[in-house]
């Protein structure tokens, strides 16, 4: 069948019952907030031009992302908040070490740390310079990239929702591995409708896309031998496509096993949080 792939191998994560999923469901919800607060102050800047038709028909038609980049961002003072507030979150969630959160925060405070450069390449899609600047600043890479990728997702998701109603036809056409709107990864694929129609989700903008049903859109192999499927056994709607080719993994929710909820991205996101343990801890990112 089309969507179990050739060697799919059910594993579990040892304990499923135990996955705090409220306690993920409540940490995305208030990461959600405090993006919007951020994109607020976006709408509050006013000096942002705004998109026209025919510039994105162009950009579009020309193979490129809608979007340019880098894009406007958010003033320093907004971007310095949010990120405070995230480091706050993820602590109270237990999602990062507090030592580790804390020397973030002291870093920020001083000024040590220029988030409005780094954000702006995170927009592009540059962990790179991430990297590089953990590593200078001595600050854990993951906590690092988790608050600017939070940044950067706020920022993105603004500007992807003023052009949409600018590019419905482009984005219901397009199927690129690659966001049509701001050229980033996904960061889940939708199994969707009765034909089970395969859509993929922006991990930047959420904008949402269709794709081809088999294939990895990271590296664009079809080759089934090389993929694997996680699943879980108590959520039968939801799995983690493995492809050995790239290293890279994909989580997929099909909806047409999950009831007739309307599950917005947050919700499925946090859902599906599991298999982002489970697939970071065998080595795919
Ligand atoms: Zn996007
Ligand atoms: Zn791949």
Avoid at 140 to 146: P, V
Wanted: charged fraction near 30%.
């Amino acid at each position: 069948m089309a969507e179990h792939p050739g060697e799919s191998k059910p594993l579990t994560d040892g304990g499923s019952n135990k996955f705090p999923v409220e306690e993920f469901a409540r940490f995305h919800g208030k990461l959600k907030e405090i993006r919007a607060s951020l994109a607020a102050s976006l709408d509050e800047r006013g000096d942002i031009s705004p998109l026209t038709g025919d510039v994105v028909s162009e950009r579009i038609s020309s193979g490129k992302a809608a979007l340019e980049l880098p894009v406007a961002l958010p003033d320093e003072g907004a971007l310095c908040d949010a990120a405070i507030r995230i480091l706050d979150v993820a602590v109270e969630n237990d999602v990062f070490d507090k030592p580790e959160a804390d020397a973030a925060k002291k870093t920020i405070e001083g000024g040590g740390l220029d988030i409005v450069a780094l954000t702006s390449v995170v927009v592009t899609g540059d962990s790179n310079t991430v990297e590089k600047v953990a590593l200078e600043s001595g600050l854990a890479l993951d906590t690092l990239l988790f608050l600017v990728e939070q940044l950067a997702r706020a920022t993105l998701t603004w500007h992807s929702s003023r052009v949409k109603g600018l590019l419905e036809d482009e984005v219901k056409t397009s199927r690129t591995g690659t966001c049509p709107v701001c050229g980033n990864h996904p960061r889940l694929s939708i199994i969707e409708g009765e034909e089970g129609v395969r859509k993929l989700v922006c991990g930047m903008c959420e904008t949402i896309w269709r794709y081809k049903r088999i294939g990895c859109p990271f590296c664009g192999s079809e080759d089934q031998k090389k993929f694997r499927r996680f699943t879980v056994d108590d959520e039968p709607g939801l799995s983690a496509l493995l492809c050995d080719v790239c290293k890279r993994y994909l989580k997929q929710i099909d909806r047409r096993k999950l009831g007739d909820g309307e599950y917005g991205v947050t919700e499925l996101e946090t859902m599906s949080s599991r298999f982002d343990i489970l697939a970071r801890r065998e080595g795919y990112r």
